[in-house]
């Protein structure tokens, strides 16, 4: 089944300049366990912002609008593909196990064709300046079936996707 994992704050905000603006290990440690042995599936600007390029014991997708440096890079690396942004519909249906992992943009496109979100929330409220709001999205209709709290009280939401189609989203089903 395909998913869809993210972690914001309080006010949905997901990062500040490229970067994550709270450290919760907890979480880490939950998303290495929804993502290892998976296809990731990522914007540029997510790429960017690893610590550690790739994950390891992932294949890391990596979506593109125009050329990069990373590219000829990373030409060698069997864990590491970079696609043009248009193939994320197809990426997803294709192969119907992948994560999508950001950013805003891919988060906001990948929507209508996974199955599921994992969505962590941390406590409290931080200086962002890139937010999602999944939750307003008129494409799609959620469902919760799961919820849990980590260690640090992180709180984890399960979310099917009941599709909600229109004619743009049609044509890749």
């Known amino acids: 089944m ?3 994992i993210l972690c914001t704050d309080e006010n949905y905000g997901i990062g500040c300049n490229n970067s994550i603006p709270w450290h919760s290990k ?7 366990e929804e993502t290892v042995g998976r296809m990731i599936i990522m914007g540029y600007n997510t790429w960017k912002s690893l610590p550690k390029k790739p994950l390891p014991k992932r294949l890391n997708i990596v979506l593109v609008s125009r050329e990069c440096d ?6 060698d690396d069997k864990n590491v593909m970079f696609l043009p ?12 196990e992948c994560v999508v992992i950001g950013g805003a943009k891919i988060y906001k496109s990948a929507l209508p064709y996974v199955n599921e ?7 409290g409220t931080y200086t962002c300046d890139t937010f999602v709001r999944f939750k307003d999205d008129k494409r ?3 469902s919760r079936f799961e919820s849990k709290t980590l260690s640090d009280g992180t709180i984890v939401d399960y979310y099917e996707i009941v599709h909600v189609y229109d004619d743009w989203v049609d044509a890749y089903q």
């Open 2 to 4: 395909s998913k869809m």
């Open 26 to 32: 907890a979480d880490f440690e939950h998303f290495k």
């Open 70 to 75: 990373d590219i000829e890079k990373y030409s």
């Open 85 to 96: 942004e248009q193939c994320l519909p197809e990426l997803i249906r294709l192969n119907p």
């Open 117 to 123: 979100v994992i969505h962590s929330t941390v406590k």
């Open 140 to 142: 799609v209709k959620l």
